[in-house]
């Protein structure tokens, strides 16, 4: 398993931009597919984005599509969350989660999937 913590968030107002990182320890990361989700208040947690272990492949909730995008870097153990014209019902904790897998072009969307997860960073949009 590996150890995710999240970073970036904050306060925003509608229409900026924020970039959150997740980094992650250990030697494997590049073996690792990825995911961010985020739950407002509420008991659900949404999907967000994900990405496979190569960077291939990325796949989006169509609730961020063509706002958001994720990205990786395997030399520094990091995927990144860049998000553009942020809306109030952005407003989240997000997190990052990490899957183990062999196939370099997989990328995974369900909770169950994942089996790492960090502990959050709030992003609040304001109006």
């Known amino acids: 398993q590996v150890q995710l913590v999240e970073s970036g968030g904050g306060l925003v107002q509608a229409g900026g931009s924020l970039r959150l990182s997740c980094a992650a320890s250990?030697?494997?990361?590049?073996?690792?597919?990825m995911g961010w989700f985020r739950q407002a208040p509420g008991p659900e947690r949404e999907f967000v984005a994900a990405?496979?272990?190569?960077?291939?492949?990325?796949y989006y909730a169509d609730s961020v599509k063509g706002r958001f995008t994720i990205s990786r870097d395997n030399a520094k153990n990091t995927v990144y969350l860049q998000m553009n014209s942020l809306k109030p019902e952005d407003t989240a904790v997000y997190y990052c989660?990490?899957?183990?897998?062999?196939?370099?072009?997989?990328?995974?969307?369900?909770?169950?999937?994942?089996?790492?997860w960090g502990q959050g960073t709030q992003v609040t949009v304001s109006s």
């Open positions: 989660a990490a899957r183990r897998t062999s196939n370099g072009g997989n990328y995974y969307y369900t909770e169950a999937d994942f089996g790492s």
């Open positions: 250990g030697r494997t990361f590049s073996r690792y597919a």
């Open positions: 990405i496979s272990w190569s960077g291939s492949s990325t």
